[in-house]
């Protein structure tokens, strides 16, 4: 079996070593960068021995509450729980903005005015317990309730279905995605609430000031503005799967990581950077260089005459089907190739952009498939990092205007102020975290030092207008040359951080969801990877969607399963907008009798 991974993010490497681990050695990765893990980059902190400056994916979520022994969160119910205890990759809490992990929470709303602007100058402080997690302030609670309460309410209604059985459970999920498929967010936000028959829980029945404080403050893991003009189910999934539950800062394989051994090279003879085995980064390190099951990496079996190849600096630009069925596969810098299955991982706009797709009609390649992939949405993201001279502490004693909390939710153009360490390190200031068009703003200012300058002035502004203290002596502001900026609008085979999605893509999504199961064996290529996924921007979606590519595979070319395949779910197809359509023609019709 032959097989070409296109993409060594995660979720090409999660394909690479289970097919490595089933017994699949012809294994060609082509990776376009010059490093491996994709949105997994943590980059070392000058100085620091632990901690990384995540770029990329930056808090991983547990799908439990969170149970600690030892310090160490306990995970056991998801793909990167699996994985994370495969490799022994340590997690601890994540300071999330008004989390009980991040202690002390500042805001500061209309120049230090409030949220109703009518305040003198000061900055809130949000300081959560376990028995009183709300934010300061009346209008800031209201916020806070009206979230809750809609969540605590779709969920009763969801589990109640859930408990019942599969049939009831898919019918109560057909109800809820008819009510909200057409809707964003933002129409949720203002929407009123509902009982929830028939799966209409309405919305969370904010008014324009309500929703302006969630667009900037989020409700305990930061603003949530940039979700309002996408499809509101792709908040409700997020919601009802366990996306925003338990948080981890991924510490990495601190003790004892995996030997990679000393000269680094890949396939077509270009240096790979030595693994660290930091920050998130570690799982995709783990992925190419951890023995499986006690025997050769992924990264050793390279060594073999036939054993699996990593091209980097080798970006696929054609990808030809052929009469015999196999697939010829061109890149820069490598040799070309031929294979029975082609695995693509990367972004849907860079497929569209960068490869050519030759002898795949629209039976191989539906046109549905082709616009969900043409019409997806990418949204950007700016990160603007400096390394902390010493941690944060909001529980040195000051008096409350004196208080330096190390999170700031502000509607300044910085937005969501984070800082985190690793163990004792001093850690780093995440200055600025945009989304959207508030990342988009900022690639006015292209010098990238610039603008970190600007991003510490206006923090210390900010603090300095309420009568605080500014952060400025935490930093080293005399070397901001050291400021770690990355701005994925402009990352090249990226052109965004993730995909999400309008509402009235329902349909689309479903195209690239059920390619696997339902056309991928006629075609040979298989999609893996969070681009094809209803929940993107989780590493979790990218490492669910590499199994599923990775269980169709094997199973399509006659693999024996440890599990009966029989019993692998199949997703049900159905035209949402079709049945939508027809039962608003139902509801006009008048009823037998009436309007005569």
């Known amino acids: 079996l032959r097989v070409a991974i296109v993409g060594a993010g995660a979720a090409g490497l999660t394909v690479a070593r289970e097919l490595f681990r089933a017994g699949v050695k012809h294994l060609h990765i082509f990776e376009a960068s010059d490093r491996i893990g994709g949105r997994l980059w943590s980059q070392p902190v000058p100085g620091q021995a632990h901690t990384t400056y995540e770029l990329g994916a930056m808090r991983i979520p547990t799908f439990a509450p969170s149970e600690i022994v030892d310090n160490h969160t306990v995970r056991d119910r998801s793909a990167f729980g699996y994985y994370q205890g495969e490799f022994g990759i340590g997690g601890v809490p994540f300071p999330n903005p008004g989390s009980i992990?991040?202690?002390?929470?500042?805001?500061?709303?209309?120049?230090?005015?409030?949220?109703?602007?009518?305040?003198?100058?000061?900055?809130?402080?949000?300081?959560?317990?376990?028995?009183?997690?709300?934010?300061?302030?009346?209008?800031?609670?209201?916020?806070?309730?009206?979230?809750?309460?809609?969540?605590?309410?779709?969920?009763?209604?969801?589990?109640?279905?859930?408990?019942?059985?599969?049939?009831?459970?898919?019918?109560?999920?057909?109800?809820?995605?008819?009510?909200?498929?057409?809707?964003?967010?933002?129409?949720?936000?203002?929407?009123?609430?509902?009982?929830?028959?028939?799966?209409?829980?309405?919305?969370?029945?904010?008014?324009?000031?309500?929703?302006?404080?969630?667009?900037?403050?989020?409700?305990?893991?930061?603003?949530?503005?940039?979700?309002?003009?996408?499809?509101?189910?792709?908040?409700?999934?997020?919601?009802?799967?366990?996306?925003?539950?338990?948080?981890?800062?991924?510490?990495?394989?601190?003790?004892?990581?995996?030997?990679?051994?000393?000269?680094?090279?890949?396939?077509?003879?270009?240096?790979?950077?030595?693994?660290?085995?930091?920050?998130?980064?570690?799982?995709?390190?783990?992925?190419?260089?951890?023995?499986?099951?006690?025997?050769?990496?992924?990264?050793?079996?390279?060594?073999?005459?036939?054993?699996?190849?990593?091209?980097?600096?080798?970006?696929?630009?054609?990808?030809?089907?052929?009469?015999?069925?196999?697939i010829a596969l061109r890149a820069e810098g490598s040799p070309p190739g031929e294979y029975d299955a082609v695995v693509l991982t990367c972004p849907g706009w860079s497929l569209q952009l960068n490869v050519e797709f030759d002898g795949f009609g629209p039976d191989l390649i539906p046109d549905e498939v082709t616009h969900s992939m043409a019409t997806s949405h990418w949204i950007t993201s700016c990160k603007v990092f400096l390394p902390l001279r010493e941690k944060i502490d909001p529980a040195t004693q000051r008096p409350d205007d004196q208080v330096i909390p190390p999170l700031l939710m502000t509607d300044r153009f910085i937005q969501g102020v984070y800082s985190y360490g690793v163990r004792d390190d001093p850690g780093v200031l995440l200055v600025s975290y945009t989304w959207e068009d508030d990342a988009t703003k900022l690639l006015s200012i292209a010098d990238d030092h610039v603008l970190a300058r600007r991003c510490v002035d206006e923090l210390d502004r900010c603090r300095n207008h309420s009568g605080g203290l500014g952060l400025s002596p935490f930093l080293d502001i005399d070397h901001l040359g050291d400021a770690c900026v990355v701005r994925w609008s402009r990352q090249p085979s990226y052109a965004g951080c993730s995909k999400l999605y309008r509402e009235r893509m329902w349909n689309e999504n479903q195209a690239l969801l059920h390619y696997n199961q339902d056309v991928a064996s006629q075609s040979g290529l298989f999609f893996a990877g969070d681009a094809f996924t209803v929940e993107s921007g989780w590493v979790e979606a990218a490492l669910r969607s590499a199994l599923d590519a990775t269980i169709n595979l094997l199973v399509h070319h006659g693999a024996e399963m440890a599990f009966d395949v029989h019993k692998y779910p199949r997703r049900q197809r159905w035209d949402v907008e079709a049945e939508a359509h027809a039962a608003a023609g139902a509801a006009a019709k008048p009823v037998s009798g009436e309007g005569a």
């Open 101 to 326: 992990a991040g202690g002390c929470t500042g805001i500061f709303l209309k120049d230090g005015r409030g949220p109703t602007g009518d305040a003198d100058p000061s900055l809130l402080l949000w300081r959560p317990t376990p028995d009183d997690k709300a934010p300061p302030t009346d209008p800031l609670r209201r916020v806070y309730e009206k979230w809750f309460g809609f969540a605590e309410r779709f969920q009763a209604g969801c589990r109640d279905a859930y408990e019942a059985g599969d049939a009831a459970w898919r019918a109560r999920w057909h109800q809820i995605v008819l009510c909200y498929w057409h809707l964003d967010f933002a129409d949720l936000v203002h929407l009123p609430g509902k009982s929830g028959a028939d799966g209409d829980f309405g919305g969370l029945g904010m008014d324009e000031d309500e929703a302006r404080l969630l667009y900037v403050m989020g409700v305990g893991d930061g603003g949530w503005g940039a979700f309002f003009n996408v499809s509101c189910l792709y908040v409700l999934r997020v919601m009802l799967f366990g996306f925003g539950d338990g948080h981890q800062l991924i510490e990495g394989v601190l003790d004892n990581p995996p030997d990679a051994g000393r000269e680094l090279y890949s396939s077509n003879h270009h240096r790979l950077e030595r693994p660290h085995f930091r920050g998130v980064q570690s799982l995709a390190e783990c992925l190419l260089y951890a023995p499986c099951r006690g025997e050769a990496s992924l990264f050793s079996a390279m060594n073999e005459p036939d054993g699996p190849r990593l091209y980097t600096r080798a970006a696929v630009r054609r990808i030809s089907r052929q009469n015999d069925g196999s």
